[in-house]
């Protein structure tokens, strides 16, 4: 019974490796286009809307459908939609056709895309993975993400700088076809509560809502999640204007920003798949959403770009410290037939709360300089976090998830209810 298992989640992390890279390879590829064609805040605002509110308006939808219908397939036709779109504007870029509203029409399409399949890749890893595994997949599914996200900025850069953007757009194509292979191969038990007769869609979504609405944990850990978005994630996305603005505009300066970033990303994950595994999570998401006040404010201090860079090193190796404990948490206190509509909120929360901020931070940074903005934000982080910590969810959340189930005696059940508060029992 190990071996199966074990065989899925290769496959599945495999698969979805593969087609984030391509991603990933587009998406630095965009944002370093935009940035050094036009140079403005107002611009790279333009394009963090493009690349996550329409995944944030979806996503919504993308969680019903989740729960719903199978979401291995759902994952390879929303992976197939997305080639497409990247392969339309792949073509119309080699011929001449490259207005910025083009490029932004197409990023939008393709976050259209991420706001159906991310709700359901994440809805399934507990499908595949028994429950007392569930904090060490997680953690290395992060690990090779970041391994992913390391080599794609500098692939990007290799290629953008000789021959391009255009062929990082092929490359993306045939990665997410490989990708789409792979998951193919993948053996998804069936998800009961889609196969059975159901209530309308329009009701799902109700509950959905209410779901989220009467379970503390879950709300508390969103809104964590949303401040963290709000206030140091959005603002990292300026960083790269910092860079052209303060140290040159060379494309090797850009691609060590990222490089920087996936370092720590990766160096995280392999922290979060062993040493950290058996952690406790509020823990750990206390450490990165402190940390990541912290760290943003040191940005924007930075006067040297090697300090910078060793900074932005250490805001990625804190990302995976709060991204595995809170996936894990969901995973663990949200029924199955429920977890694609709860993580379709944390997909809104997560792509639409950066356009959200940048439509102040990049226009704002226009006006005044990135580290100020940086300075700003960090300091704000670390004071929201204190009061957010001492509300009644705040401390509830806290004590529940030190009291409760320790990580190594995890079940394959989730914990159900009232965010798994005792005096709540179950709920639906």
Known sequence: MRSPWRLNVALFVSGQTMSLFGSMVVQYAVMW?????????LA????????????????????????????????????????LATLVLALLMANGVDDL????????????????????????????????????????????????ALLAPAAAGAIFAVFGIVPLFFLDVVTALIGIALLGRVSVPALRRAAEARSTYRQ???????????????????????????????????????????????EW????????????????GVL????????????LIMVA????????????????????YGFMFAFGLLAP????????????????????????????????????????FGPLADVVSVQTLLIAAGLTTVAVMAIATRLPDGRATVAATRSATSPASSTSQPVLGDGALPRKGSTK
Do not use: C
Not at 256 to 261: D, S
Not at 289 to 308: D, E, I, K, P, R
């Open 33 to 41: 286009w935009v940035t050094l064609q036009t140079r403005s805040g």
């Open 44 to 83: 790279m605002a333009l394009y963090v809307v493009a690349a996550f509110a329409p995944q944030g308006v979806v996503a919504l939808f993308g969680g019903v459908l989740a729960d719903r219908v199978d979401r291995r397939a759902l994952v390879m036709a929303a992976d197939g939609g997305i080639a």
């Open 101 to 148: 509203w083009i490029v932004l029409l197409a990023v939008a399409v393709r976050s259209v895309g991420a706001g159906v399949q991310t709700p359901a890749v994440r809805a399934m890893i507990p499908q595949i993975v028994p429950g007392e595994h569930l904090m060490r997949v997680n953690g290395i599914f992060h690990t090779i993400q970041s391994a992913m």
């Open 204 to 250: 799902d979504l109700v509950e959905g809502m209410r779901h989220l609405r009467t379970h503390r944990i879950v709300r508390w850990l969103l809104s964590v999640y949303a401040i963290t978005f709000l206030l140091t994630v959005a603002p990292s996305y300026v960083t790269p204007l910092m860079v052209a603005r303060t140290f040159g505009t060379d």
């Open 253 to 268: 300066l850009l691609t060590v920003l990222e490089l920087a970033f996936s370092s720590g990303m990766l160096l995280g």
């Open 272 to 283: 979060m798949s062993t040493v950290l595994a058996k952690r406790g999570r509020i823990g």
């Open 289 to 308: 959403t402190y940390g990541f006040g912290a760290v943003t404010v040191a940005m924007g201090l930075s006067t040297n770009v090697w300090v910078f």
């Open 321 to 360: 410290l709060l991204a595995a404990p809170f996936t894990t948490l969901i995973q663990e206190r949200v029924e199955p037939g429920m977890q694609g509509r709860v993580f379709s909120y944390v997909s809104i929360v997560s792509a639409l709360a950066t356009p959200a901020s940048m439509v102040v």
